[in-house]
């Protein structure tokens, strides 16, 4: 698959790189923009269509698995299958020391990344068929100080999508994981709260230099 791909969903797609990577795909291709904050859903369809694209917005929680179940089976009726799936979602769950996790965000952590992957690797696979791409994007903080709820439960996801990329190799769909520079986002917000945000990658930018990688062939 080449940068040919008509049918793109993204999950994670309200805000930070999720949103800006749906208007770098949207020309020329139609996005399927899955996230939890509706207004943000339709503050990014808007600027989609204001530079000429389309875009269905799903405003879903990746964590109900009967959402994300009539999702993909709306997507199959619709469209018979999609080119591609940008997974960006995550839970940034809050820095703490490792004997002082907290059940609660623990439980939400696993709940997003590890959990709610799974699934929708399972959910999405069969629209991908052989053919399609997934992309997936890593984050070294496993194992970092004070980052156990999130860097645990990222490290575990990009295990399993590890998995499936070895899995598929051979046979489709093509799973391909890409690491961004450090930006602005939110969530980074939450880590760093007194970093000079003027030396991170500016989003939109990002977005621009992962684009060649996510469609190459």
Same mark, same amino acid.
């Given at each position: 698959?080449?940068?040919?791909?008509?049918?793109?969903?993204?999950?994670?797609?309200?805000?930070? *790189?999720?949103? /800006?990577?749906?208007? !770098?795909?949207?020309?020329?291709?139609?996005? &399927? =923009? %899955?996230?939890?904050?509706?207004? +943000?859903?339709?503050?990014?369809?808007?600027?989609?269509?204001?530079?000429?694209?389309?875009?269905?917005?799903?405003?879903?929680?990746?964590?109900?698995?009967?959402?994300?179940?009539?999702?993909?089976?709306?997507?199959?009726?619709?469209?018979?299958?999609?080119?591609?799936?940008?997974?960006?979602?995550?839970?940034?769950?809050? *820095?703490?020391? /490792?004997?002082?996790? !907290?059940?609660?965000?623990?439980?939400?952590? &696993? =709940? %997003?990344?590890?959990?709610?992957? +799974?699934?929708?690797?399972?959910?999405?696979?069969?629209?991908?068929?052989?053919?399609?791409?997934?992309?997936?994007?890593?984050?070294?903080?496993?194992?970092?100080?004070?980052?156990?709820?999130?860097?645990?439960?990222?490290?575990?996801?990009?295990?399993?999508?590890?998995?499936?990329?070895?899995?598929?190799?051979?046979?489709?769909?093509?799973?391909?994981?890409?690491?961004?520079?450090?930006?602005?986002?939110?969530?980074? =917000?939450?880590?760093?709260?007194?970093?000079?945000?003027?030396?991170?990658?500016?989003?939109?930018?990002?977005?621009?230099?992962?684009?060649?990688?996510?469609?190459?062939?």
């Amino acid at each position: 698959m080449t940068d040919t791909a008509k049918l793109v969903l993204i999950t994670g797609a309200s805000r930070g *790189l999720g949103a /800006a990577l749906a208007e !770098a795909l949207a020309p020329g291709r139609h996005v &399927i =923009a %899955v996230g939890r904050t509706t207004g +943000a859903l339709e503050e990014l369809d808007d600027r989609i269509r204001a530079a000429g694209g389309q875009a269905t917005l799903a405003p879903m929680d990746i964590t109900v698995p009967e959402a994300m179940q009539q999702l993909c089976r709306s997507i199959h009726d619709r469209w018979g299958g999609i080119d591609m799936w940008v997974h960006t979602a995550i839970h940034a769950g809050p *820095l703490a020391p /490792a004997p002082h996790l !907290a059940d609660k965000d623990l439980d939400r952590s &696993i =709940a %997003v990344n590890l959990r709610a992957t +799974a699934r929708l690797v399972s959910y999405v696979a069969p629209l991908l068929g052989q053919t399609g791409r997934a992309v997936f994007f890593d984050d070294p903080q496993g194992g970092e100080k004070f980052f156990g709820h999130y860097g645990s439960t990222k490290a575990a996801q990009m295990a399993l999508v590890r998995s499936w990329q070895a899995e598929s190799a051979r046979t489709g769909p093509e799973v391909r994981i890409l690491a961004p520079r450090p930006m602005p986002t939110s969530t980074r =917000a939450r880590f760093f709260p007194g970093e000079d945000r003027a030396t991170l990658a500016d989003i939109r930018d990002e977005a621009a230099r992962l684009l060649p990688e996510i469609l190459k062939a």
